[in-house]
């Protein structure tokens, strides 16, 4: 089993990461909207606030994609689908997935009823 992190830079393929998931079988993952780091220190932080003109063209806002699979093959199965989709992780600006394995679990698959 793998704890999986997928960190999606452009907001118009969030969609497509979940469909992608769900047909290499990963169905169980929770969708987080995050904000950059370079964002929210020219926002948040007044000293650097003269960065906004230099970052103004990087991506601002990423979702995150926390899940789980079974094996390894769900998870290079998604790699591939979504290369085959036009979604390649090896290309910049387009996503980053880690997958982490996992000793234990406990607890119930929340599922896709609710």
Not at 56 to 80: L, P, Q, W
């Amino acid at each position: 089993m793998y704890f999986i992190i997928l960190l999606v830079y452009k907001e118009n393929l969030l969609d497509d990461f979940l469909s992608v998931f769900a047909e290499a079988g990963i169905s169980d993952a929770i969708v987080v909207n995050g904000t950059s780091f370079a964002r929210s220190l020219m926002y948040e932080v007044p000293i650097f606030a003269g960065l906004r003109q230099a970052l103004e063209h990087n991506r601002s806002y990423s979702h995150v994609i926390f899940g789980y699979a079974k094996d390894e093959y769900s998870i290079r199965e998604a790699v591939h689908i979504a290369q085959q989709e036009g979604m390649d992780l090896n290309k910049p600006g387009v996503g980053m997935l880690m997958a982490i394995p996992v000793a234990m679990k406990f607890g119930a698959e929340h599922g896709l009823a609710e």
